[in-house]
């Protein structure tokens, strides 16, 4: 019978990043003393991070007083493992996953402290003809997936939130690089990720939409907030006064996103001339579009949640892994460093 990684085993897949560093020049004469931030990533660069980077571009995190001597690429839950780790202050990664990560490191979770996205991007890809249309479609299917990614990691979640077995799955761990590829050649009925990195990873590759199925775990029972702005503990308590800047200056870069996202997408081919900029340029759209400018983004504007439905996550984590603590929403998010409303305010 399939077995699921265990919850250590996947909190323990930290692996380097998947690019050369990039190390940004600086852009102004530094006349004052800046707090130095080492920023990771959440994937390799793309346009679901490349509003961070037009931000280091810009110049806003410099104009706040600090220096980003790093941002680094990742791979999934890596970039939880970094800000956990302190190796890296701050970092982009799943807001949820920080619930699992306090059961087990409850003085070493990070606390996010911006969210970007509204819903949960994790998805199930799979082709049209395949019929996959619901859960119970996936039982005695194969799954493709890398352990490091989020979508991987909640499927137990999501199963069980319909009534249904994991076991009953069998499961390809994965390369991150090799994802879409056991996909088109059908070695796997589907795979998990994030709808915008699968998706256009398969345009990228000659296919339509119209031959793609998304299912999308926000539809099927996960009402889950996901990649969010994080520190790490060792940054919280040393450099506290630096992170309404880093708020201040993500804020003004995700706002540049919704208004210009072809420059946006400059700044990434700036820093990875490999990247394809339609592609990216059309993720990011896809990201404004499904996780960003949802009812309640518009509603609460950048950055903000509702502290009641990531309480209703929490539980609904900690019921599906049998988590031995579960974690107040206090211990992983705090609204203390959001810039003012009116600069959240999504138009």
């Excluded at 890398?146 to 319909?162: E, G, H, I």
């Excluded at 996103?257 to 759209?285: F, G, H, N, S, Y």
Aim: charged content about 25%.
């Amino acid at each position: 019978m399939p077995t699921k990684p265990s919850r250590r085993t996947l909190l323990a897949t930290a692996g380097a990043a998947l690019a050369v560093p990039f190390v940004p020049k600086r852009i102004y004469a530094q006349t004052t003393a800046r707090v130095p931030v080492k920023f990771s990533l959440n994937l390799p660069r793309n346009g679901t991070n490349s509003p961070f980077i037009y931000a280091l571009e810009k110049g806003y995190f410099a104009a706040e007083g600090i220096e980003i001597t790093a941002m680094d690429p990742a791979s999934g839950a890596d970039a939880l493992q970094r800000a956990a780790s302190s190796t890296y202050d701050v970092s982009f990664a799943d807001l949820t996953s920080l619930a699992e990560f306090y059961a087990t490191f409850p003085d070493k979770v990070p606390l996010a402290v911006f969210n970007i996205y509204k819903i949960t991007p994790a998805a199930i890809v799979s082709w049209k003809n395949s019929n996959i249309t619901k859960p119970a479609d996936l039982l005695g299917k194969t799954i493709g997936g890398p352990l490091t990614d989020n979508a991987f990691k909640l499927f137990p979640v999501f199963f069980k939130a319909n009534g249904l077995d994991p076991a009953a799955v069998k499961f390809n761990n994965v390369d991150l690089r090799l994802r879409e590829s056991q996909l088109i050649r059908r070695e796997v009925d589907a795979v998990t990720g994030f709808d915008s990195t699968v998706w256009l990873n398969l345009k990228g590759l000659g296919h339509k939409i119209e031959d793609v199925s998304i299912m999308l775990y926000a539809d099927h029972g996960l009402d889950f907030y996901s990649n969010s702005v994080v520190v790490s503990r060792k940054f919280l308590k040393d450099n506290e006064a630096a992170i309404p800047g880093v708020c201040r200056a993500v804020c003004r870069a995700w706002q540049d996103a919704m208004k210009d996202p072809k420059a946006i997408t400059d700044a990434l081919v700036k820093a990875d001339a490999l990247v394809k900029p339609d592609i990216e340029q059309d993720r990011l759209k896809w990201v404004l579009e499904h996780q960003v400018r949802t009812a309640e983004g518009i509603k609460m504007g950048l950055g903000a949640i509702d502290p009641a439905r990531l309480q209703r996550t929490i539980a609904t984590i900690a019921k599906a892994y049998d988590l031995p603590k579960v974690a107040p929403v206090e211990a992983i998010w705090s609204d203390k460093y959001l810039p003012p409303a009116a600069m959240r305010a999504i138009a």
